[in-house]
């Protein structure tokens, strides 16, 4: 969708979404979108400090910009 939508304006459009973990999931609850929900940050560090959240944020910011979310 989002896709089609880029195509068929002279603009490129800035597309979002709201993502707050365990309150707010709009792609990580979604099983076609991607394998498990994402975590909090405060699961991230307990399960690796601040490099765990680090590749978290990379990784996500991949998952969004392939689906052609690219604000983030």
Request: proline share 1%.
């Amino acid at each position: 969708m989002i896709s089609n939508l880029q195509t068929s304006t002279k603009i490129t459009l800035i597309t979002v979404v709201d993502e707050e973990v365990e309150k707010v999931v709009r792609v990580s609850s979604n099983k076609s979108l991607v394998s498990e929900p994402f975590k909090s940050s405060k699961e991230l560090y307990e399960g690796g400090g601040f490099e765990a959240i680090i590749n978290d944020a990379i990784n996500k910011n991949a998952i969004l910009s392939e689906l052609g979310i690219n604000g983030q």
